[in-house]
Structure formats: C-alpha cells, structure tokens
C-alpha cells in the first residue's frame, strides 16, 4: 500500500522563476511478472499516472511503466507566474488515488 506522498514546494518565488518540484511516493510497484510462494503471479500493481496542476492547468504528466521502481521519485521544474496551488495526483492500477496539494506565493 501506498503512503501519504512526500512533496517539496518552494513556499515563494518571484514571478517568472522557475522552481523545481520534488515528490515520492511510497509504494511497493508490483510488475505482474513475479510469482509468489503458490506458484502464482503476482498481480500488477503500480503507480500507471502522475500529474501535477497548478491553479487548475496541467503542468507536468507521466505515464509509469511495470519498470518504474518502487516508490517513484520524481523531480521537474516549473515556471511560475503568480501565487497559487500545485495539485498532485498519483494514479494507481486499481483506480486508488493518492493526492497533495501545496500553496506557493509569488511575489
């Protein structure tokens, strides 16, 4: 199971700065591939989506893969223009979503 993400927004910037954004989720990311101790496979499980919003555009998406490792980081920048709110939502297989949200001032 997946842990409340760890996300890392500079809390102001000047207008027209670009920031650099951190977020890690903990999640085991199971690739469907692996058997277990029955002889099974064991299903597929992963974060397949992660998208970031500020003040209701997208600004950054990826699309993960089974080879994605457990407990994906992931790090971009963005400039920013005026103050507002990030919004992260982290897809998983089984439609569970895991989300933050996070305020920056622009000055």
Do not use: C
């Not at 809390?11 to 690739?31: N, V």
């Not at 790090?75 to 223009?81: A, Q, S, T």
């Amino acid at each position: 199971m997946a842990s409340k993400p760890r996300v890392k927004v500079p809390k102001k910037a000047a207008a027209g700065d670009i920031i650099t954004i951190k977020t890690l989720i903990s999640h085991a990311m199971e690739s469907g591939q692996r058997k277990g101790k029955d002889g099974n496979l064991i299903p597929r499980k992963i974060i397949n989506k992660f998208t970031a919003d500020f003040n209701g555009t997208t600004v950054f998406s990826a699309d993960l893969e089974p080879g994605i490792a457990a407990n994906p980081f992931i790090e971009f920048n963005v400039k920013v223009m005026e103050s507002g709110t990030f919004n992260f939502v982290w897809l998983d297989d089984d439609g569970t979503q895991y989300s933050s949200s996070n305020e920056i001032a622009v000055e």
